[in-house]
């Protein structure tokens, strides 16, 4: 587990170097600029941080002294100078270094990060300014401020639903003690009588008034998972211990008696109050920078755009119960008002799509950094082209999409790219290609990673499926059935597992991972010419157009990207059938019993059978159900890794009458009839 | 399902003593509301006592509260005694509710 | 078919939830221990409130959302785990146990 963590952290301090580096590069123009001085420490911070969290002690250690000249920087008792830039990065070398191979053990690595350390600190004393002594005194000064008792007044108002999901008040009220001397006041005058008293509903006010050393983030902390359902304020009264003076007590049962809240003012003609008017200031200063500004974009973080994405979506289930209450009341104003809404949550659900897109750009820096680095590592040479760069994608869907292309991507420079001597014997250029190509197409988003490396045989495939027992001796397989073998879990073209794209996953990962996010993926191969890997993606993951169908008791939506055609068909029509294949109009379709699928019992015989004709990698078959119910757009929910087990379920949907649909992830349906076959 | 509450009524003339007793807590609270509605018929005065307490949360102080004010409303006495585990007890008082844990008389 | 994902889920949950717990309940747990269980917290609180409502666990869900939307913030460097944070976050778990507990006693489909 914690090996993951290391690897993601060298992974996002490799990012950290890189801002670093350019945050640097912008300094050596402009010494004074305080932003990037505040960068380049808080870069240096996280590194120490993180290095000690994860194991890199001599990362840690290194990063500390960088911290420290930059806190000085920064606190204004360094100057930057060319000298200190250099130093610095020539440091981040040495952070790359340490990085990459941990903690130190060549001896003559240990020494050469000695002596770089004490260049750090030779720069620290030399710079050693008179000012220093006196900025010294103030920091402990501060510290000394900070371990003193203050007080402070919390008024803790909640709504009605605090209690609603398992929050206990009281165990907050009584945490806030813990933290020092503190003095609670309940107002109850809004707990209505017993006759119309909503039992589970909060009625109550809190004051709690509060002496203690820690910080009002401390404090503010305790409140941290009930914040969205209350009015928080935090208001520092005093700077120093009152609760328990007699004055406060006063303050408090006049407050209890008039159940009027106290104010920060309250506080303030006491003698204890010398600075408690500084919030106030702060706050002023506050809404002045924010005038002054014009904002024409902002940065949003990418959880709250996850949860508009689920409000708008839980409303669009919501519009539907009430389209399906409207039809069936009849009423021209609900009728009317319905359909108003049902406008409004469409451009709203547009609109929350259309902000959840972001650029494929974002993580194609890693992808050429990848191919960079594993190329150099194995003595390749090879060319990597970007196309379609700019295209966007639902946020989620590249978020899940990063592991698998990498994979694919290692796969093409460890598997796929020969050595120059190697190409050059095979009559190719030196250099190798891959190819990165993203477009639209209809619905879908396609994106293609192929190399003009040395391809997959397909004999050597079949044979190594045959010898781990994933097929029969004797089977005739075509070329692209014999590709596919790929992509079956168990399968892995190499024994030995590669440093660089084995670690025990295999494309059965990929294409599960693809599945996951509604994708399909496949691939081409000529032996001696090169690779194609192609990936269907949708644009959102959200919201599909599905046929709602039922099957035995249930519901379940299919794709309608996926249909082609749907048949009435006569029973007898299959019972001439053999092998499960049905002949519609002298053409031969196999199909699959949805019944059979999900264990419902036998159907007693029907006039007529619904058959839909399912495409999927270019074949037609006929799934047949119960019954056809009618086209339906629907909000999916993923099930996460509870579906492993269900694997023809990509999903499930909630319908306007409040019961649940299942999505049925065609390709994979498919997919298992073959492979029972 | 077994209720793990108890609500003990009595009535002595126009005086009703009420006993609560196990988990006074919101799982079980519309319950004990439904039949504090049921029971309090305009008595003179109301005794509640608390005792063998299993477990307590803000809706009961609330529930208590409610009566009170009730009383007040429909000019009846309510009298509370609560006999509380220590935890118990110093949570209510932190949270601001000691007054409940020494009442003898009814408002406030 | 839901019924059997439902209990799997639950089961799983729980177990993970209890694991978590229990390391909260340590004295202090150590600074070195902190990104791996933020790390854990906002895995499980993200599989609670993106799968729980789907199968009837609302109360737990919202909850979880909670505990999601601060650790992904820890996990992002813009907010630090403090002692108190770590408290409340061994509060907000084990509430969530209970309603999930509740939840899964109560409602089938």
């Known amino acids: 587990m914690i090996d993951k963590f290391r690897a993601k952290f060298v992974e996002e301090s490799m990012d950290n170097l890189h801002d670093l580096e350019e945050a640097l590069f912008l300094l050596e123009k402009d010494m004074e600029n305080k932003e990037l001085i505040e960068r380049i420490f808080r870069a240096m911070h996280s590194l120490k941080g993180g290095g000690a969290m994860f194991g890199f002690n001599h990362l840690s250690d290194f990063t500390h002294h960088l911290e420290t000249i930059f806190d000085w920087v920064r606190n204004g008792k360094l100057k930057v100078s060319t000298d200190l830039i250099s130093l610095t990065f020539s440091a981040i070398d040495q952070i790359n270094f340490l990085l990459k191979t941990g903690d130190l053990s060549k001896e003559e690595d240990i020494q050469n990060q000695k002596v770089f350390i004490q260049r750090i600190q030779a720069f620290l004393t030399v710079t050693n300014s008179p000012s220093d002594a006196a900025s010294v005194n103030t920091a402990s000064d501060q510290e000394a401020g900070e371990s003193e008792e203050k007080s402070y007044l919390i008024s803790f108002i909640p709504q009605k639903e605090l209690l609603q999901n398992g929050t206990n008040p009281l165990y907050l009220l009584d945490d806030i003690h813990a933290l020092g001397d503190a003095l609670s006041i309940a107002y109850t005058h809004k707990v209505p009588s017993l006759e119309v008293l909503d039992a589970s509903a909060n009625y109550c006010i809190w004051q709690v008034l509060v002496s203690t050393a820690e910080s009002i983030n401390e404090i503010k902390d305790v409140f941290i998972f009930v914040e969205d359902e209350c009015e928080l304020h935090v208001d520092l009264i005093a700077e120093t211990a009152i609760v328990g003076q007699p004055e406060v007590k006063a303050l408090v049962s006049k407050a209890l008696s008039s159940n009027i809240l106290l104010t920060p003012d309250d506080f303030k003609k006491g003698q204890w109050a010398p600075k408690s008017q500084q919030p106030a200031v702060r706050d002023e200063k506050k809404k002045v920078a924010v005038k002054e500004h014009k904002i024409s974009s902002m940065r949003v973080s990418s959880h709250k755009i996850d949860e508009l994405v689920t409000l708008v979506s839980e409303l669009v289930t919501i519009q539907a119960q009430l389209s399906l209450y409207a039809e069936n009341n009849e009423d021209p104003t609900i009728v009317s008002l319905t359909e108003n809404i049902q406008k409004l949550s469409r451009q709203l659900r547009e609109n929350a799509f259309d902000i959840s897109l972001i650029p494929l750009q974002s993580e194609l820096m890693r992808f050429q950094r990848l191919v960079r680095d594993l190329s150099k590592d194995q003595n390749k040479d090879i060319d990597f082209i970007i196309e379609g760069g700019d295209l966007e994608l639902d946020k989620n869907i590249i978020e899940n999409l990063t592991d698998p292309l990498l994979h694919i991507l290692r796969n093409s420079i460890d598997h796929g790219i020969e050595l120059p001597d190697e190409r050059i014997a095979a009559g190719k250029a030196p250099k190798g290609t891959i190819l990165f190509k993203a477009f639209h197409s209809g619905a879908n988003v396609i994106i293609e990673i192929s190399d003009d490396g040395k391809g997959i045989d397909p004999e050597v495939i079949l044979q190594k499926a045959i010898h781990k027992g994933l097929v029969e001796a004797d089977v005739q397989l075509d070329k692209k059935e014999i590709l596919d073998l790929l992509f079956v879990s168990g399968f892995s073209t190499r024994d030995v597992v590669s440093d660089v794209s084995g670690r025990g996953v295999g494309m059965d990962v990929v294409r599960r991972k693809i599945a996951n996010i509604r994708g399909e993926v496949t691939i081409e191969s000529e032996k001696g010419k090169g690779t194609l890997i192609s990936i269907r993606l949708p644009l959102t993951l959200s919201i599909i157009d599905g046929l709602l169908v039922a099957v035995g008791s249930n519901q379940y939506v299919i794709p309608i990207s996926a249909i082609d055609k749907i048949y009435a068909l006569e029973p007898s029509q299959l019972k001439q059938s053999f092998n499960n294949v049905v002949v519609i109009d002298s053409e031969q379709y196999p199909y699959i019993d949805l019944r059979k699928v999900f264990q419902e019992e036998e159907k007693e015989s029907a006039e007529v059978i619904q058959m839909i004709m399912v495409k999927a990698e270019d074949k037609i078959t006929g799934v047949i159900v119960d019954n056809v119910i009618g086209e339906y757009q629907t909000v999916v929910k993923p099930l996460g890794k509870y579906l492993k087990k269900q694997e023809i379920i990509s999903g499930a949907s909630i319908m306007g009458d409040g019961t649940i649909a299942m999505v049925i992830d065609t390709s994979r349906l498919l997919h298992n009839r073959k492979l029972k076959k | ?108 | 078919m839901l019924a059997e994902i439902k209990k799997q889920f639950y089961n799983d949950t729980l177990r993970e939830l209890e694991g978590i717990n229990g390391k909260l309940s340590a004295e202090e747990l150590p600074v070195n221990e902190h990104a791996v269980i933020a790390e854990k917290i906002f895995t499980i609180s993200h599989q609670i409130s993106g799968t729980g409502p789907m199968l009837g666990f609302n109360s737990s869900s919202v909850l979880s959302r909670k505990l999601e939307k601060t650790f992904y913030h820890i996990r992002s460097g813009e907010r630090e785990i403090t002692p108190q944070l770590l408290w409340q976050t061994k509060r907000a778990i084990e509430a969530i146990i209970k309603a999930i507990s509740e939840e899964n006693s109560q409602k089938e489909f």
């Open chain 2, 1 to 108: 399902m077994t209720e793990n509450f108890n609500i003990d009524y009595k009535k002595n003339n126009g005086e009703l003593a009420i006993v609560f007793s196990g988990q006074l807590t919101i799982s079980s609270i519309k319950k004990m509301t439904e039949s504090l509605k049921a029971n309090i018929d305009h008595p003179e005065k109301v005794l509640i006592s608390v005792k063998d307490v299993e477990n307590l949360d803000l809706t009961f102080v609330q529930l208590i509260q409610s009566i009170k004010n009730s009383g007040k409303k429909n000019g009846y006495e309510v009298l509370v005694s609560m006999k509380l585990p220590e935890d118990l007890s110093s949570l209510l008082v932190n949270a601001g509710f000691g007054n409940l844990l020494q009442t003898k008389e009814a408002h406030e």
